[in-house]
């Protein structure tokens, strides 16, 4: 178990240059749960101005990795399911991951992306994968 998951989650994610890239931010991260700030640029929306189906799974993919990862340490993903639910349009979009269960060499880890616009929050896509320690 990390002793101070946040910290750690903030050094993984700067090491990352891809993160920096999209501006993803770590708001909190814990107790086998973590959340993700994106803003939604026009650069990171699809012909239709909605976030792009890739977006949704990186942000999936992080969300995921970070939760399972505070149980096993050293991680990857090994694999994951979405749902896109509905189109994701506002400002920004939250990624918000939770442990499901952790053994020594996996874990399995749920997400759910939402798109915030002004007060208005609605869930956009919802995930759950597999992690295995490296």
């Known amino acids: 178990m990390m002793t101070d998951p946040e910290a750690t989650g903030?050094?993984?994610?700067?090491?990352?240059?891809?993160?920096?890239?999209?501006?993803?931010?770590?708001?909190?991260?814990g107790d086998g749960r973590v959340e993700f700030r994106l803003p939604l640029t026009d650069q990171l929306t699809q012909h239709h101005g909605f976030a792009h189906g890739g977006l949704l799974a990186y942000l999936a993919d992080?969300?995921?990795?970070?939760?399972?990862?505070?149980d096993l340490g050293d991680c990857v993903t090994v694999e994951f399911k979405i749902n896109y639910l509905r189109p994701g349009?506002?400002?920004?979009?939250?990624?918000?991951?939770?442990t499901l269960s952790a053994g020594r060499s996996q874990s399995?880890?749920?997400?759910?992306?939402f798109a915030v616009s002004g007060d208005v929050t609605k869930l956009v896509a919802a995930a759950q994968g597999t992690l295995a320690r490296v």
Not at 89 to 98: C, S, V, Y
Not at 108 to 113: F, L, M, N
């Open 89 to 98: 349009k506002g400002k920004a979009l939250i990624a918000r991951g939770e």
């Open 108 to 113: 399995v880890a749920r997400a759910e992306i």
């Open 10 to 29: 903030r050094r993984i994610l700067a090491a990352q240059p891809f993160n920096a890239l999209l501006g993803t931010e770590l708001l909190s991260m």
């Open 62 to 70: 992080m969300a995921l990795s970070y939760a399972g990862g505070q």
